[in-house]
């Protein structure tokens, strides 16, 4: 199809969203034209299933997705059978893909990250979950016998991860603003300076946004003398904002990391879960394997792979730019800010990390957790400011807030 011709309506069975807007009543409506295909009872759960997902998306505020995009540019593409199968920088004899689009974003990505250019190699993941254990699992390759060493901030996940690869690993403290505690972190690798060390670097955890610092981190493991090292990042939400961020920090490829996972769905944001994972090229040659099925090598995590989410990560690089992401992110932090004071000013002592979107402060109300979906663990929540949460937004879930004070 030419998409220049293409109208929703004439030329494809592109449902209009409008459909389901609130006020239509779905039990009385005529439900055979809204869903020809489905009977009424489907059509009707369809309907109210839309009604709760748009009710509730307006109150999600713990979790860092954004929502202020709009991919239905791309409704066309859903037509087809889509597979990004394979490496993306080999052509498959599977052409039904968006591998070239795949490659913009990761040149995106590498540039943003100061990854060695021609030497870094990544793909479209699924979310940061695969692309940190596809870190982990490059490092183990290289150093079969390496102690793992991570924070206990560090997402659920990655304890699984680590389960699944059986890696040996060791829980670092972290400090009370969720960063590690190079200390403790010190202590550790002191015992075992016998074995390569992977270090599992959080660059924003998921209750506090804190970062761990690489510089810290790779002196540290100079003055034990450890020189067989891997320093994987984990830039969860925050891959896409550090660059940008006022003061910025040692996270990156020229930092000293190894491989680096990024949330696609978060800062960006997309309807589908997705993330990138960047990885030195070299390394990524040792897990190689080449699959006549195919016809290219086997790289990734899984086999068949989304071909979809490649293309809204690069709409919504080129419709931003860089200057609309550095803008998205100076919004986020000043919201952030504004939500701490005014936090602040009704008597709740509300903290966030140095540059930082995620506003944290005690524990609170359930009906609140509830309502807002205010992430909480260990006797704290979070606001996580994203640039979709505007001040007007804020200001009524404090009014919220104030309601249980009383
Ligand atoms: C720090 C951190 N790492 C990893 C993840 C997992 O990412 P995903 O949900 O994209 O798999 C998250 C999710 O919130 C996170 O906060």
Redesign the pocket.
């Known amino acids: 199809m030419d998409l220049e011709s293409y109208t929703a309506t004439e030329e494809i069975a592109v449902k209009d969203t409008t459909q389901y807007d609130s006020d239509t009543d779905a039990s009385s409506s005529d439900g055979d034209s809204f869903h020809p295909q489905l009977p009424a009872e489907a059509a009707e759960r369809l309907q109210n299933l839309y009604e709760i997902v748009s009710e509730r998306s307006e109150h999600l505020v713990g979790f860092?997705s954004c929502k202020d995009w709009d991919y239905s540019a791309l409704f066309p593409f859903l037509s087809f059978p889509m597979n990004n199968v394979g490496d993306p920088y080999i052509e498959s004899i599977s052409k039904v893909s968006t591998r070239d689009i795949e490659r913009d974003v990761l040149a995106f990505f590498a540039d943003l990250l100061r990854a060695p250019v021609d030497k870094v190699w990544g793909y479209v993941t699924n979310?940061?979950?695969?692309g940190?254990l596809y870190g982990m699992y490059l490092a183990r390759e290289l150093y079969p016998t390496g102690m793992v060493y991570y924070s206990s901030s560090t997402?659920y996940?990655v304890v699984k991860n680590l389960h699944i690869l059986r890696q040996q690993a060791c829980e670092i403290q972290v400090q009370e603003n969720g960063e590690m505690d190079y200390d403790h972190f010190r202590s550790i690798v002191m015992e075992n300076t016998d074995k390569p060390a992977i270090v599992f670097c959080?660059i924003?955890?998921?209750m506090t946004e804190a970062k761990d610092d690489m510089n810290k981190i790779k002196a540290i493991l100079d003055e034990l003398e450890v020189s067989e090292r891997y320093l994987h990042a984990?830039a969860?939400?925050c891959g896409v904002m550090c660059p940008f961020l006022p003061t910025r920090p040692a996270f990156d490829f020229a930092d000293g990391a190894n491989s680096m996972s990024i949330?696609g769905?978060?800062f960006l944001g997309s309807p589908i879960?997705c993330?990138v994972v960047l990885a030195e090229k070299d390394l990524v040659e040792k897990i190689k394997r080449d699959i006549s099925y195919i016809g290219a090598p086997d790289t990734t995590i899984t086999g068949s792979r989304n071909a979809f989410t490649p293309l809204m990560l690069w709409y919504r690089i080129q419709s931003l730019g860089r200057d609309g992401i550095e803008k998205r992110v100076h919004m986020a932090l000043d919201n952030a800010a504004y939500a701490e004071a005014k936090l602040k000013e009704m008597g709740i002592p509300a903290w966030r990390n140095r540059d930082s979107i995620t506003v944290v402060f005690p524990e609170v109300h359930m009906d609140l957790k509830i309502k807002w979906q205010l992430a909480t663990a260990k006797g704290a929540s979070h606001l996580i400011c994203m640039p979709n949460v505007t001040k007007t937004q804020i200001d009524a879930i404090l009014a919220d807030f104030a309601e249980y004070m009383n």
């Open positions: 860092p979310g940061g979950t695969e940190n997402h996940s959080n924003g955890t998921t984990d969860a939400l949330s769905h978060k879960p993330g």
